[in-house]
């Protein structure tokens, strides 16, 4: 079937969903998604494509829903803006095939892009001096040793570059499908939806079930692990790119080169942000396996962010010894195929999501 | 009325059955998992008794009627987090004395509005959430306490804390008979001849309207064309069985609540969504094309559950809101698409009228009705003259093409011919003696406070209120 059907089919289920919704409004106090909804009368396919990204699968819906199956109505809301979700994401990415190709394979072609890069750095190490992976090196400029300076810049830069501009691309289409409101910026209501968008992200408060009790997973009752585990990811992340940060800006400013003690700002930010990572992508993938909702898309983010988490530690305890060179390669591949996949993973959803946040709060 | 008795097992597979099936240590069976059903276990359960709760329905469908609500009605005399303002016994006792037209035990009545605020907190405690507060289409908010998500979230944290507290909970459990001697409940059987002993038992399966012969023997064969809007599974074999024994009932087989709603709706399970709110944006006809009642008499919140008798007396029990365009988008959207036309005859030809009796209808209303625009938020007074009947209030002529049409029906909510009961929920054998080990709560027994009319949000109140009294009073029971 092709997309366009796919994407057609989609859609058309999630607006007979949305006309039994609307037409009983049960589910009004959970969550954004309801709110909005109650503002239309009939869903066009941006408005469809905005509830899908205004919802963040907490699933108390479902389990309140009258209407769920075996009703004949078979009403799932999650479950069709779960499908929705990702077909919107990948109808704005730029370009499109790369996020099609993505969502079918999404693990296999992550680590296939990481072997590859952590090859071809390997190799062209091996190339120039056959003992510059095995052998210990140690003290500052240790890491540039194995990878010169430049290489790895070049390489994280272009990798991060493109994702930037891909991921700007995408945003961009999305708001032109859902004819953003022009809003002045200094007005106070303005201000005000703001930090209601960033209250909305950074509490995770749609991940509280419209009570702060949590999601559903296995059964109506409530749990706040999803939110936790989010969070560690979300927080892992951040911290980690804290810690590249503050190390790019350690070594291009301040010219100090890495490795860097264990108790520097950037190594300590990283630990944080490191178990983090190691936790919150765990618990998610397991709630997700549980739930059956595993997407390419959000496996493969998932699993890099594990992996890179896992290889940073790895290079941190053993970075004095002779596995060091071979950890770094592999390391650095991830980190590489992270970005290069980046605007076609669920990492996006951050992005759509807060779009999605931003128009909600605007128009209401 | 002449009743037939419900089949039952033999005798001899019987005793085989009751043997084998004792459930040793039930002290309290609850028959029927709905609101008043969870309420009793629980209730009955947390007083210290070992309780089974039998529910017909699969797990899945369980919570009966009341899956399909999102409010109770309840008491206050000051703001609290869900409801505003005050609603203080009085009034709600006037509101209820208005609607059955007096035809209510006013001692039990009052007892349910004592008890509907302590319900509030008691449901919280066990799970329930409510809702803050609603952003308007029905202005309930300061009686009407809303559940959050709904009556599916109600009865999940329901059957979710039961099952903590150890209620045992047996689904697909139809019960065809209750024995009573002397007086006495002694077990429950259900069609497969399965039987449960125990000290006591609380009813709370329900009214009869999903048992569509039993409807037709109280309205005749108007009947086969009502709407169910709930479970299909309150078909009253409970109620029926216990009236072949002569137990004392309560109310008039017809008396129930019907509103109007959509004929497109399923037969059964139809819930919130099938309810229409277009009547007084337009005219009402039935199959002859005719207006037969107000459209515009009072608020629809107020009327929409006298439309459904209405409804049910036209021929063939149907009848067709009709509007035209400049009102399509002024009420709440429906789940079922209006039928829609160019023209009137062209209208009249999708509904299947005759198209030039509607055509005169019309007119004649489009003349007799006020040019001026009308205010929906307002009894605007704006009238037709002339007309039998007027329509006394939004009258303005259908004259803006497209137009649109709704069928309907009469959506029957819960019938109100139930079992005669005490203030301490106990089945009245007689006029003189309550049953010591039998309780009714929930719609089986709604009709000794609504004998007719209807209060929004006072079925589940009495359904939880009754619950609790007839959970306690069972448990208590039984030390005696
Ligand atoms: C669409 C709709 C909306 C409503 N909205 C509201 C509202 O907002 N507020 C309000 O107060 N009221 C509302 N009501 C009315 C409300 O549903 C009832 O008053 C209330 O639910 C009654 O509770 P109950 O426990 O007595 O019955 P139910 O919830 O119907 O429970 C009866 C249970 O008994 C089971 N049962 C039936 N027969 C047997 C048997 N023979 N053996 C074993 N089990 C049996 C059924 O499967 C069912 O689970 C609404 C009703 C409908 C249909
Ligand atoms: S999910 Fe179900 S209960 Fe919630 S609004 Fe939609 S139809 Fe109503
Ligand atoms: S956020 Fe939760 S309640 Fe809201 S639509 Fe999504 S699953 Fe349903």
């Known amino acids: 079937m092709s997309d366009t059907i796919v994407i057609t089919e989609i859609r058309s289920e999630a607006r007979r969903t949305f006309e039994i919704c609307n037409a009983c409004r049960y589910c009004e106090g959970f969550c954004a998604v309801f709110q909005e909804m109650t503002d239309h009368r009939t869903f066009k396919d941006a408005t469809l494509d905005h509830l899908a990204n205004l919802c963040h699968n907490c699933t108390a819906c479902f389990h309140a829903c009258q209407y769920k199956p075996p009703h004949e109505f078979a009403i799932d809301v999650p479950q069709v803006l779960a499908e929705l979700r990702p077909q919107t994401w990948q109808e704005h990415a730029w370009p499109p095939s790369f996020a099609r190709l993505l969502e079918r394979r999404g693990v296999s072609i992550s680590l296939l892009i990481a072997s590859v890069f952590s090859l071809f ?69 303005v201000r005000t939806a703001w930090r209601s968008v960033l209250h909305d992200i950074f509490y995770l408060r749609h991940l509280g079930g419209g009570h702060d009790e949590g999601c559903n997973e296995d059964d109506d009752r409530f749990t706040n692990l999803r939110r936790y585990f989010h969070h560690l990811t979300m927080w892992g992340f951040l911290l980690c790119f804290a810690a590249t940060s503050v190390a790019t800006v350690y070594e291009l400013l301040l010219g100090w080169q890495s490795p860097f003690p264990h108790t520097s700002l950037p190594v300590l930010l990283g630990i944080f942000g490191g178990i983090g990572l190691l ?14 909702d595993l997407h390419g898309m959000s496996v493969a983010f998932i699993v890099l962010l594990f992996l890179i988490s896992l290889t940073g530690f790895g290079l941190l305890i053993l970075r004095e010894t002779s596995a060091m060179g071979t950890l770094l390669a592999i390391h650095l591949g991830l980190v590489l195929a992270f970005f290069v996949t980046l605007p076609y993973t669920k990492f996006v959803h951050a992005i759509y999501r807060t779009l999605a946040l931003i128009q909600f709060h605007r128009i209401s | 009325m002449k009743l ?47 309780v089974v709760l039998l529910d017909a329905a699969p797990e899945s469908m369980r919570g009966g009627n009341s899956r399909h609500t999102r409010n109770l009605r309840a008491m206050h005399t000051e703001p609290t987090a869900t409801l505003t303002g005050q609603y203080e016994a009085e009034e709600y006792w006037q509101d209820i004395l208005r609607v ?40 309930l908010d300061r009686t009407n306490a809303f559940f959050l998500g709904g009556g599916c979230a109600l009865i999940n944290a329901l059957y979710r804390h039961a099952t903590q507290i150890g209620v045992a909970i047996h689904y697909e459990k139809e019960i065809e008979h209750v024995e009573l001697s002397d007086g006495t409940f002694r077990w429950a059987e259900t069609k497969a001849g399965e039987t449960f002993r125990a000290g006591a038992a609380v009813l709370a399966c329900g009214g009869f309207q999903a048992n569509t012969d039993w409807m037709v023997e109280a309205w005749g064969d108007a009947a086969r064309n009502f709407l169910i809007r709930g479970t299909p599974l309150n078909r009253g074999y409970v109620l029926r069985d216990l009236m072949a024994q002569d137990v004392l009932t309560k109310g008039d087989p017809r ?33 002859a094309a005719k207006r037969f009642y107000d459209e515009g008499q009072d608020f629809w919140a107020k009327r929409y559950a006298i439309w459904g008798r209405l409804v049910a007396m036209q021929p063939e029990q149907i009848a067709y809101s009709i509007i035209d365009h400049k009102m399509h988008d002024l009420f709440m959207p429906s789940v079922f698409p209006a039928i829609t036309a160019n023209s009137i005859p062209e209208l009249a030809a999708q509904l299947g009228l005759d198209a030039s009796a509607l055509t005169d209808t ?103 209120v009754f619950g609790r009294i007839a959970g306690i009073n069972a448990a208590a029971g039984l030390t005696i």
């Open chain 2, 100 to 139: 059955t037209g007096g035809e209510t035990n006013e001692a039990l009545t009052r007892l349910v509005i004592r008890e509907s605020y302590p319900l509030l907190d008691w449901l919280s405690e066990r799970g329930v959430k409510f809702q803050p507060s609603l952003r308007g289409t029905l202005s």
């Open chain 2, 255 to 287: 008396q129930c609540h019907a509103v109007a709603i959509d004929a497109r709706a399923p037969k059964f399970d139809g819930g919130i969504v099938s309810r229409l709110d277009s009547v007084p944006f337009g005219i009402v006809v039935n199959r």
């Open chain 1, 279 to 292: 936790i919150g992508p765990l618990g998610l993938l397991y709630l997700n396996a549980k739930r059956d």
């Open chain 1, 121 to 189: 750095l390997g190799l062209s190490l091996a190339l120039i001096d056959q003992n510059i992976l095995t052998a210990q090196h140690i003290g500052s400029g240790a890491f540039y040793k194995i990878i010169g300076h430049g290489t790895i810049v070049l390489l994280a830069g272009a990798a991060s570059l493109w994702a930037i501009v891909a991921m700007c691309v995408s945003a961009n289409r999305y708001r032109q499908s859902q004819a953003f409101r022009d809003n002045s910026l200094h007005s106070a209501s």
């Open chain 2, 4 to 50: 037939r008795p419900m089949p039952r097992a033999t005798a001899k597979e019987h005793k085989k059955l009751v043997r084998t099936s004792i459930k040793a240590g039930t002290n309290i069976l609850v028959i029927g998992g709905g609101h008043a059903g969870l309420c009793a276990a629980i209730s009955a359960r947390e007083a210290g008794a070992s």
């Open chain 2, 362 to 464: 019309i007119s004649q209303f489009n003349a007799a009705a006020s040019e001026a625009t009308c205010d929906h938020t307002i009894l605007d007074g704006r009238t037709t003259t002339g007309l039998q009947p007027n329509k006394t209030n939004w009258a303005q002529p259908l004259d803006q093409s497209p137009y649109h049409a709704y069928p309907l029906r009469p959506g029957i909510t819960f019938t109100y011919l139930g079992l005669k009961v005490d203030h301490h929920a106990r089945v009245q054998i007689n006029e003189d003696t309550a049953a010591p080990n039998l309780y009714a709560a929930g719609e089986i027994m709604a009709g000794n406070i609504l004998g007719k009319g209807y209060c929004a949000g006072t079925g589940m109140t009495i359904g939880g």
